[in-house]
C-alpha cells in the first residue's frame, strides 16, 4: 500500500545525459491513482553559498542559458562523487569566487523545481573570507558582485535578483538573523 500523497514509479529510461545532468521519463501512477508520465531532471547534489564579508554580500554574476540573461545569484553548483555538501559549497567557492571561507553555518535545503528536479541544493553561509585563485570552468565567466547587505534585500523585493535559491538563501539569513 503507498503512502497518501506517494507516486507509484513503474518504469523509467534514461533519455539524455552529460557530465552534470540526466533527463528520465518515468512511467508512473500519480497520489490520485491516474497512470501518467513524468519528466526527471537528475542533476546530483547540489550545494549553495551566501557569501557575508562584513556588512555585504558578494554574490556571482554569470550568463545562464534558459533564462537568456546575465543573472545575480549566489555560488552554487553541484557535488562530485563522495563529495559531502559542505566540500562542495567550500570548492565552489574557491573555483567561482576564489575565496575560502573560516566559518560556515548551514541553511538547509531547498528544491529548485521540487515537481521535476530530484535533488535539493544544500545552503550554507561563508564568512571571513581570503583571497585564493579562482578556477571557474572554461566554459564559464563568473564576476564577483559586492552588494550591501541591505540592498540585496531590496533587489529581491524588486526583481534584480529574482534567482529562486539565492531568494530563499536571502530570506532563511534575514529570518535567522545571521
Known amino acids: 500500500m503507498r503512502p497518501p500523497g506517494a507516486y507509484c514509479r513503474l518504469s523509467h529510461r534514461e533519455i539524455y545525459r552529460n557530465p552534470w545532468v540526466a533527463v528520465e521519463v518515468h512511467e508512473i501512477i500519480h497520489p490520485t491513482g491516474a497512470a501518467g508520465e513524468h519528466v526527471l531532471v537528475v542533476t546530483g547534489r547540489a550545494a549553495g553559498v551566501l557569501v557575508v564579508d562584513g556588512d555585504a554580500f558578494v554574490l556571482a554574476r554569470q550568463a545562464r542559458f534558459a533564462a537568456d540573461a546575465e543573472k545575480l ?17 567550500q570548492r565552489e567557492l574557491r573555483e567561482e569566487l576564489g575565496f ?18 530530484q535533488d535539493p541544493v544544500a545552503l550554507f553561509v561563508a564568512r571571513g573570507l581570503r583571497v585564493v585563485p579562482s578556477a571557474p570552468e572554461h566554459v564559464e ?4 558582485v559586492r552588494m ?8 529581491s ?22
Open 73 to 89: 545569484e549566489i555560488v552554487k553548483g553541484g557535488a562530485g562523487e563522495g563529495e559531502s555538501p559542505l566540500a562542495c559549497a
Open 141 to 144: 565567466r563568473i564576476d564577483a
Open 100 to 117: 575560502e571561507a573560516q566559518s560556515w553555518r548551514p541553511l538547509g535545503s531547498v528544491y529548485e523545481i521540487p515537481s521535476i528536479v
Open 148 to 155: 550591501s547587505i541591505d540592498d540585496a534585500f531590496r533587489a
Open 157 to 178: 523585493v524588486d526583481g534584480r535578483i529574482d534567482d529562486a535559491v539565492t531568494l530563499a538563501a536571502l530570506l532563511r539569513f534575514r529570518l535567522r538573523k545571521l
